[in-house]
């Protein structure tokens, strides 16, 4: 019921920064609770942060300190601002959405995905 498009990825620098979007449509953004995961090759999904439909925000402890999850339910858009890139950062990120539940680390928590988008951190 709920379409997902990332997109900001692209080629940056060690200690750059770089902000993904994630853009909902065909339902208000209010009701999901939304999540950011990211694949690199060989490597299972991890979970990456995630920010609950009260705005409660949970980070893993590889991105503490250096990423920021927040949403505009206005413009029905999640956010990923990325700071302080590493190349251990690369990867494919996702973009996932939880209908009237809580925001979880699991991927088989959410309902819907976006199609995701490539961040590669350059040494």
């Known amino acids: 019921q709920v379409q997902l498009v990332e997109s900001g990825g692209g080629l940056v620098q060690a200690g750059g920064s770089l902000r993904l979007s994630c853009a909902a449509s065909?339902?208000?953004?209010?009701?999901?609770?939304m999540g950011w995961f990211r694949q690199a090759p060989g490597k299972e999904r991890e979970f990456v942060a995630a920010?609950?439909?009260?705005?409660?925000?949970y980070y893993a402890d590889s991105v503490k300190g250096r990423f920021t999850i927040s949403r505009d339910n206005a413009k029905n858009t999640v956010y990923l601002q990325m700071n302080s890139l590493k190349p251990e950062d690369t990867a494919v990120y996702y973009c996932?959405?939880?209908?009237?539940?809580?925001?979880?680390?699991?991927?088989?928590?959410?309902?819907?995905w976006g199609q995701g988008t490539q961040v590669t951190v350059s040494s």
């Open positions: 996932a959405a939880r209908f009237l539940l809580g925001a979880s680390a699991e991927s088989k928590a959410y309902d819907y």
């Open positions: 065909g339902r208000t953004l209010s009701n999901y609770a």
């Open positions: 920010v609950s439909r009260s705005d409660s925000t």
